[in-house]
């Protein structure tokens, strides 16, 4: 019984999500949120690509005398770099994302996943230019084939429901326990070590390297995403589904979380 009320609320929401008037705030609201990013900047998204390229510049510097046999090693760090600044920096955004918006999401009819969405898409927009930065490199190494890039699309799309149910998730848990931002905090400092960012996966113990690829999912999506940017890196349909499934059931499991207590969440901020 209660699925069939979740499944009637959810169709209901979407039907409303996208009507006319909401797709018309949505622009607004994204069209503000890069006015403010951009607003007194001189090189504008140029600093999107400086904390990127200053870790890879540390890293290159750290680890190119144990680079695992990668010949464009530059780009395969670099890969790894903004994949994992794009989740972490979206997922710590989205914690206190309706704390930070109380008034809004308590005082106004604007749909809170619509703020939320808004809200977020600068970071998709930074992400998307450097992994252009990772085109470019590919075709500079001579790695990029265009066989594959077809792919890139639904695994792009897979990879933002990833770090949107998540961040959704953290968001509704802060609304409870508070402690959730220190926690994510300490746990995200782990991820440049505990995902194959600076190593491949046949550099560690078997053992390792199943706890590292089964345990995050951001392993899955990394290699997915090398193997579509790099080919010299072997394609692997499982890995490439795997991640996209992945990617969508935590959106949809976190949106039907969102969809059953936001109420009650939000009004605990």
Request: net charge positive.
């Amino acid at each position: 019984m209660h699925c069939t009320l979740l499944w009637k609320k959810l169709r209901a929401r979407m039907v409303y999500l996208v009507n006319r008037s909401n797709r018309r705030l949505f622009y607004e609201l994204v069209r503000a949120e890069f006015k403010m990013a951009d607003s007194n900047s001189t090189w504008g998204v140029m600093w999107s690509l400086l904390g990127p390229l200053a870790t890879l510049a540390v890293m290159l510097a750290i680890f190119k005398t144990f680079s695992p046999g990668v010949r464009e090693y530059p780009l395969y760090l670099l890969l790894g770099i903004s994949c994992v600044n794009f989740f972490l920096i979206t997922t710590t955004y989205t914690v206190k994302i309706f704390y930070l918006n109380r008034e809004i999401v308590l005082n106004s009819t604007i749909p809170r996943e619509i703020l939320i969405i808004s809200k977020i898409s600068i970071f998709v927009y930074k992400f998307l230019i450097e992994l252009t930065l990772c085109l470019l490199l590919g075709i500079y190494f001579g790695v990029f084939s265009s066989k594959l890039f077809f792919l890139f699309i639904p695994l792009l799309m897979g990879f933002i429901a990833f770090s949107f149910g998540i961040g959704l998730v953290l968001a509704l848990i802060y609304c409870f326990v508070i402690d959730i931002e220190h926690i994510w905090m300490l746990a995200s400092r782990l991820y440049y070590f505990v995902t194959p960012v600076f190593y491949t996966l046949n550099d560690i113990s078997p053992n390792v390297a199943k706890l590292i690829y089964w345990g995050n999912p951001l392993s899955s999506f990394l290699i997915a995403f090398r193997s579509i940017f790099m080919s010299t890196q072997k394609f692997s349909v499982f890995d490439y589904w795997y991640s996209i499934g992945l990617g969508f059931i935590c959106m949809i499991a976190g949106y039907c979380i969102f969809l059953s207590i936001e109420n009650i969440a939000v009004e605990r901020v």
